[in-house]
T-cell receptor, first 115, second 116 residues
Framework: AQKVTQAQTEISVVEKEDVTLDCVYETRDTTYYLFWYKQPPSGELVFLIRRNSFDEQNEISGRYSWNFQKSTSSFNFTITASQVVDSAVYFCALSIRGSARQLTFGSGTQLTVLP | GAVVSQHPSRVICKSGTSVKIECRSLDFQATTMFWYRQFPKQSLMLMATSNEGSKATYEQGVEKDKFLINHASLTLSTLTVTSAHPEDSSFYIC????????????FGPGTRLTVT
């Protein structure tokens, strides 16, 4: 069975601070995919990134960066110079090959960026 | 880009009535769609996997007779909440997987159901 743990339930930062959201996953499969989604108050899930298990390269996209480390089964997400618009719930998710590639979601981290 | 729509976005119904929620993939075909439920301040929980032309696969603890899923075409899946009760009030989200083999699921905007 797959499991995704987001230990941080809520994080509050002041605008322009950097913030890292943690994600730890468990799976016995050697081929899997990791995702981050943003859910603003409107409720619609916004896809941020996908990583496959064979690609441990870290990625940067503007103010967003992701650190994938298989050795610690972690896929952490950092927002640099946070903005009020970054306030949302962020979900980390995992899918494996087969089983229709169902997504297993973490419990989410509520990020609040204060002005 | 891949777009998934859901209708209605919000619905209020009385206890005991049935409500149908539609999920459509607008610019791709989706043999497989997924239905999730999300209670306030909680994560998304997979309810069922919807397969075009065959019966849906329900997750443990989800009543198949209460949450009827029909995936009649490659672009449409419907979820009917039958004999709704206040505890069924939730945010229902569908997603669809592109048949062209892409890994990502594309999510609909969600339907907020309130049962009074």
């Amino acid at each position: 069975a797959q499991k995704v743990t987001q230990a941080q339930t809520e994080i509050s930062v002041v605008e322009k601070e950097d913030v890292t959201l943690d994600c730890v996953y468990e799976t016995r499969d050697t081929t899997y995919y990791l995702f981050w989604y943003k859910q603003p108050p409107s409720g619609e899930l916004v896809f941020l990134i996908r990583r496959n298990s064979f690609d441990e390269q870290n990625e940067i996209s503007g103010r967003y960066s992701w650190n994938f480390q298989k050795s610690t089964s972690s896929f952490n997400f950092t927002i640099t110079a946070s903005q009020v618009v970054d306030s949302a719930v962020y979900f980390c998710a995992l899918s494996i090959r087969g089983s229709a590639r169902q997504l297993t979601f973490g419990s989410g981290t509520q990020l609040t960026v204060l002005p | 880009g891949a777009v998934v729509s859901q209708h209605p976005s919000r619905v209020i119904c009385k206890s005991g009535t049935s409500v149908k929620i539609e999920c459509r993939s607008l610019d791709f075909q989706a043999t497989t769609m997924f239905w999730y439920r999300q209670f306030p301040k909680q994560s998304l929980m997979l309810m069922a996997t919807s397969n075009e032309g065959s019966k849906a696969t329900y997750e443990q603890g989800v009543e198949k007779d209460k949450f009827l899923i029909n995936h009649a075409s490659l672009t449409l899946s419907t979820l009917t909440v039958t004999s709704a009760h206040p505890e069924d009030s939730s945010f229902y989200i569908c997603s669809a997987r592109d048949d062209r083999g892409r890994v990502e699921q594309y999510f609909g905007p969600g339907t907020r159901l309130t049962v009074t």
